[in-house]
């Protein structure tokens, strides 16, 4: 929502309803985006807003209120996915406030008889000092123990870990290594070798390696939801092209509607967001302005394809 051209909510929800896009991700509870979506079937992920979590950990009545003014009213009409405590703050000096936060929010639900709804955070690859190859994925020292609890929350209330998993930001920060096929989900060989794991794309790799990571701290029976993944249609030269944003999410959408999984946890789907509806011009210029599926007078910058 970071752009001051974008279309009213009501129009966007009509949008995503003609594409049968059943789930989408609000960063924070935008009243009229959740008025919007009373009524329509598809169901939301909602994030608090990063500058609330310090009181949202230390205040439990600040927690009753955000649930009280955020959630309650909407949610006989709305369908809650999953509430987020912050987006991508660890590491960050709010990552402290991560855990307290969640407890204060499942709190708060369970009190209003709406502790189905699961509680989590957002994390990026950041939380994870090894990532390759993926079975020694494990979370960076200076995070450990903030992860190892919060997987330990998760796991104890049967809710997803959100990761942000961009095989676009991984390929341009190593182009030596990675292969752009491999990033576009354009190989049809094996790419990684990884004991009895064979990886052909590089999205499955950074997911497993957040699976590897978790399961170290215990977490082997908490599932990831891929909260973002992406590719920008431009202002990066050969590599940020409608071409290969089109090719990306496409084969993205295909990959994660299918069964095949990734190669640690096969044989089902994967609940994946792809970032973003709209290119947003408030981002920082250059890609971030450029990650959309749809310019703000809602024609398309490139087809992509929905039903399955």
């Given at each position: 929502m970071l752009g001051n051209n974008l279309p009213p909510p009501n129009e966007v929800i009509a949008l995503l309803k003609s594409r049968q896009i059943t789930r989408i991700r609000l960063y924070n509870?935008?009243?009229?985006?959740?008025?919007?979506?009373?009524?329509?079937?598809?169901?939301v992920i909602l994030g608090t807003l990063n500058q609330d979590l310090p009181n949202l950990g230390n205040d439990i009545s600040?927690?009753?209120?955000?649930?009280?003014?955020?959630?309650?009213?909407?949610?006989?009409?709305?369908?809650?996915?999953?509430?987020?405590?912050?987006?991508?703050?660890?590491?960050?000096?709010?990552?402290?406030?991560?855990?307290?936060?969640?407890?204060?929010?499942?709190?708060?639900?369970t009190e209003a008889n709406l502790g189905e709804i699961p509680v989590s955070t957002t994390v990026s690859m950041a939380v994870l000092g090894n990532s390759f190859p993926p079975s020694t994925g494990e979370f960076a020292n200076e995070v450990n123990s903030i992860?190892?609890?919060?997987?330990g929350f998760l796991a104890a209330t049967n809710s997803p870990l959100l990761v942000n998993v961009y095989p676009y930001f991984a390929y341009i920060n190593d182009q030596?290594?990675?292969?752009?096929?491999?990033?576009?989900?354009?190989?049809?060989?094996?790419?990684?070798?990884?004991?009895?794991?064979?990886?052909?794309?590089?999205f499955d790799?950074?997911?497993?390696?957040?699976y590897s990571a978790l399961e170290k701290v215990g977490g082997?029976?908490?599932?990831?939801?891929?909260?973002?993944?992406?590719?920008?249609?431009?202002?990066?030269?050969?590599?940020?092209?409608?071409g290969n944003a089109e090719t990306y999410n496409n084969k993205l959408i295909a990959h994660v509607y299918g069964t095949s999984g990734t190669p640690k946890r096969p044989g089902r789907s994967i609940e994946t967001y792809v970032f973003a509806i709209f290119n947003e011009n408030l981002k920082p210029p250059g890609t971030e302005q450029n990650f959309?599926?749809?310019?703000?007078?809602?024609?398309e910058v490139y087809?992509?394809?929905f039903e399955f």
């Open positions: 509870p935008n009243p009229d985006a959740l008025q919007a979506l009373q009524g329509s079937g598809i169901h600040f927690a009753r209120n955000w649930v009280q003014e955020n959630v309650i009213p909407y949610s006989k009409a709305v369908n809650f996915r999953c509430i987020f405590a912050g987006n991508e703050v660890i590491p960050s000096d709010f990552a402290i406030h991560v855990l307290p936060a969640m407890r204060n929010l499942k709190t708060a639900l992860m190892k609890s919060i997987t030596q290594d990675i292969s752009l096929d491999y990033a576009l989900f354009n190989s049809s060989e094996v790419v990684v070798k990884d004991g009895k794991l064979e990886y052909k794309n590089l790799a950074m997911t497993d390696s957040v082997n029976s908490v599932d990831i939801v891929v909260s973002e993944s992406g590719w920008p249609s431009k202002e990066n030269g050969e590599i940020a092209t409608i959309g599926l749809y310019y703000p007078n809602m024609t087809n992509v394809d």
